[in-house]
């Protein structure tokens, strides 16, 4: 008799869900207004969550039993998807990803800027068996395969040996789940390719209905020439393109978004398949010495025409010196001045200093002109993605989303709530194809995010770029709790997409 019970009770609990407290397998979020990620305005609706899906959206009342989420005065969203996303290492050192999820983010993709791990799939398995918190995807970059067939000699074109052996490595990655192409021109291994080499990797990614996203080669002076061979690439690859983080960085440039939409506008109208996406920060965070793009960091003449483009040393934020912790917080235009010497010679001492102490000097350089971001952030093939991760060191890493909802939205007007929404949702789920994520719709994957619109707001800074926002209440992947109310619960039903937004299995 005993041992019938202790069966029974065997049985039961093998039929419950695996973590049923927390996770029934079906609940309904009540007097929410919905942000559908299509655009349209927001509406009451209830929605019912079942095994991970959105199971129905309307007039409904939970029923006997069935666990309710009062959502009243909250907004739901699909979760946000972030397309431009650096955390290839940050998913292995935390899996929790707090920075990530406290913004709404349920998805980011990795692989950007034309590096990604290699090869993938041993890193994919890494992932999965970590359980992050987060779905994820990933590209492949076209730097990481040119150096795994060029090697260390890479600063010069690739034969067309090379070519072919690059396709094949591209071909190899797209049968193994990845969503497209990445480049980043700007940068050391990347930058020696010629268009040719592009056009003929990216047409690879096409055959496999991925798609090229790219960090183009140049966003400063040179900005409209390095726009118009993106383009090019997409016409001659017939391939659709993402356009990372679109910024025109230097005094030279600034204030012409108008001129550069139109280009992107008139490609757009003879077929070209472009959408960009744009981090909602006017600054750019890295080492002192990459003002300097010739670097000739001594040469007068150099650092002079390095802190013009920027707008001056006015516009160049000390945040971190070791061998001087008081100039943090201090532009190099207040440091020269203290010091009595020109602004240059300022440029010049911190770079002396800084070699000679063997320790970088950390600088803000603020090159981006609101009137562009807010041009750009207006036109609706443009999408909202970071650019940071976990762990990183720009404030954009932990307050992208909230700060588009809280800034641009709440208090700057620039876009209605419906339209940022969709910038973090559809729009991103379009631009990889995927067909049930980043929407709300019955039978859709339930990746969803409550929010307060009247308080959601970022909170990192230059100084503190961890700082979480607030105003993010609950976020669900795939239908599991994952945050709640400032603090992440430790559930990580994350999964490995792949093309098409297909989940991907732990393959042993
Ligand atoms: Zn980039």
């Known amino acids: 008799m005993r041992r019938a019970t202790f069966l029974v009770g065997i049985v039961l609990l093998a039929l419950l869900p695996l973590d049923s407290q927390q996770n029934p397998s079906s609940f309904v979020i009540l007097n929410a207004q919905l942000a559908d990620g299509t655009g ?32 009243h005065g909250l907004v739901l969203a699909p ?32 692989g950007a800027d034309g590096d990604s791990p290699w090869p993938i799939p041993p890193w994919v398995r890494s992932v999965q068996q970590l359980h992050p918190a987060v779905n994820f995807g990933v590209f492949v970059g076209h730097a990481t395969v040119r150096e795994q067939v060029m090697h260390k000699d890479f600063k010069r074109a690739a034969t067309p040996a090379e070519i072919a052996q690059m396709q094949q490595l591209v071909d190899q990655a797209a049968n193994q789940q990845i969503l497209g192409l990445s480049s980043g021109l700007e940068y050391e291994v990347g930058s020696y390719s010629n268009t ?19 960090h183009i080669r140049d966003e400063a ?6 726009l118009n061979e993106e383009i090019t690439i997409a016409e001659r690859a017939h391939i659709g393109v993402e356009h990372s983080h679109i910024k025109l960085g230097t005094v030279g440039v600034q204030g012409r978004a108008a001129d550069y939409i139109k280009i992107i506008e ?26 300097v793009p010739d670097k000739q960091y001594e040469n007068p003449k150099s650092v002079a025409k390095a802190l013009a483009d920027v707008g001056g040393a006015s516009h160049v934020t000390l945040t971190q010196f070791k061998p001087n912790t008081s100039y943090a917080g201090h532009t190099i235009a207040d440091l020269a001045k203290s010091a ?35 041009l750009f952030y207006q036109q609706p093939w443009v999408m909202v993605a970071s650019d940071g991760g976990i762990d990183s060191d720009h404030p954009r890493g932990a307050g992208t989303f909230p700060r588009v909802l809280g800034v641009y939205v709440r208090e700057k007007h620039w876009l209605t709530l419906p339209q940022a929404i969709r910038k973090m949702t559809s729009l991103p789920a379009q631009r990889l194809g995927w067909k049930d994520r980043g929407i709300l719709r019955e039978g859709a994957w339930a990746d969803l995010v409550l929010f307060n619109p009247e308080t959601v707001i970022d909170r990192s800074t230059y100084t503190s770029p961890a700082t979480l926002p607030i105003g993010i209440e609950k976020v669900f992947v795939n239908g599991l ?3 709640d109310n400032g603090k992440p619960t430790s559930a990580r039903p994350g999964l490995f997409l792949g093309q098409h937004g297909k989940p991907m299995p732990l393959n042993d």
């Open 221 to 226: 002076d040179k900005s409209f020439e390095a």
């Open 196 to 214: 040719d080499e592009l056009v003929a990797l990216a047409k690879v990614a096409a055959l496999h209905d991925g798609i090229y996203m790219t």
């Open 40 to 71: 349209l305005a927001l509406r009451n609706a209830n929605v019912r969550v079942s095994d991970g899906r959105i199971a129905q959206i309307g007039d409904l009342r939970p029923g006997r039993d069935e666990r309710s989420i009062d959502a």
């Open 340 to 374: 009595h010497i020109s602004d240059v010679d300022m440029f010049i001492r911190l770079v002396q200093e800084g070699d000679a102490a063997n320790t970088e000097a950390i600088i803000i350089g603020q090159s981006m002109v609101e009137s562009d971001i807010k």
């Open 79 to 110: 979760g946000f998807i972030d397309i431009h996303n650096h955390s290839e290492a940050g998913l292995l050192s935390d899996p929790l990803a707090e920075t990530q999820i406290a913004q709404g983010i349920t998805t980011l993709i990795v």
């Open 481 to 483: 709790l994952v945050w």
């Open 266 to 291: 008139d490609a757009r109208k003879r077929g070209v398949d472009f959408l960009a996406d744009c981090y909602p920060y006017d600054a750019w965070h890295s080492n002192l010495k990459v003002l």
